[in-house]
Structures are given as structure tokens and as C-alpha cells.
């Protein structure tokens, strides 16, 4: 069973970027869709962003236009590049597959944006 570990986050002002990391423990070419996820305090778990093996993108209107996913196949690692981040990206940020395809969460990596 795929595992994935999380990586990169931190405090950062507002208006700040950051890179997340999510490495998978097999090669992610045999993963077609990686999704990122955040959770923040008191709120559910929402999907902000997805990639394909063929490329495709997704991103939860709340990020449009802020971040992008990327994924290195050579890494087995898919990235989550931030900008223009606000208090409201505040969360812990995972990585997962998606729908029925979803294993156990890993710890995920705290995302605090404030001034």
C-alpha cells in the first residue's frame, strides 16, 4: 500500500509563497491522480489541488491562480508551489490518492500564515 510523506511547510507572512513535497513510497507513474488536501481548525478536510500522469490539473476555486501542482516523476515527489498566501490557507496539508483510492493520512506539514 502506497504511503506518502509530507514536507515543507512553516510560518510565513502573508502575502508570502511556499513549497510543499509529497513523496510517495512507490513511483507515482503507477499513481494516476495525487491530490493535495488541507485541513484546517474546525473545518473539514477539503481537496485544493490534483495532478494526473497525463498532466492534468485541478485546483479548488480558493487557490486558483495561486498555486500550482507539479510532480517529478524521478522523485516519486509531487509539489504544491504557494503564493500570495492569507491567513485563510492556514491548515495542515496533505497528500493522497483520491475517492475510493484513498489510504491511511499520513501527518501531513503545517501550513501557518500570519503576520
Known amino acids: 500500500q502506497v504511503q506518502f510523506v509530507e514536507s515543507g511547510g512553516g510560518l510565513v507572512q502573508p502575502g508570502g509563497s511556499l513549497r510543499l513535497s509529497c513523496t510517495a513510497s512507490?513511483?507515482?507513474?503507477?499513481?494516476?491522480?495525487v491530490g493535495w488536501y488541507r485541513q484546517a481548525p474546525g473545518k473539514q478536510r477539503e481537496r485544493v489541488a490534483t495532478?494526473?500522469?497525463?498532466?492534468?490539473?485541478f485546483y479548488a476555486d480558493s487557490v486558483k491562480g495561486r498555486f500550482t501542482v507539479s510532480r517529478d516523476n524521478a522523485k516519486n515527489t509531487v509539489y504544491l508551489q504557494m503564493n500570495s498566501l492569507n491567513p485563510e490557507d492556514t491548515a495542515v496539508y496533505y497528500c493522497?490518492?483520491?475517492?475510493?483510492?484513498?489510504?491511511?493520512w499520513g501527518q501531513g506539514t503545517q501550513v501557518t500564515v500570519s503576520s
Open positions: 493522497n490518492n483520491i475517492g475510493s483510492n484513498i489510504v491511511p
Open positions: 512507490v513511483s507515482i507513474l503507477s499513481i494516476y491522480t
Open positions: 495532478t494526473t500522469t497525463g498532466g492534468g490539473t
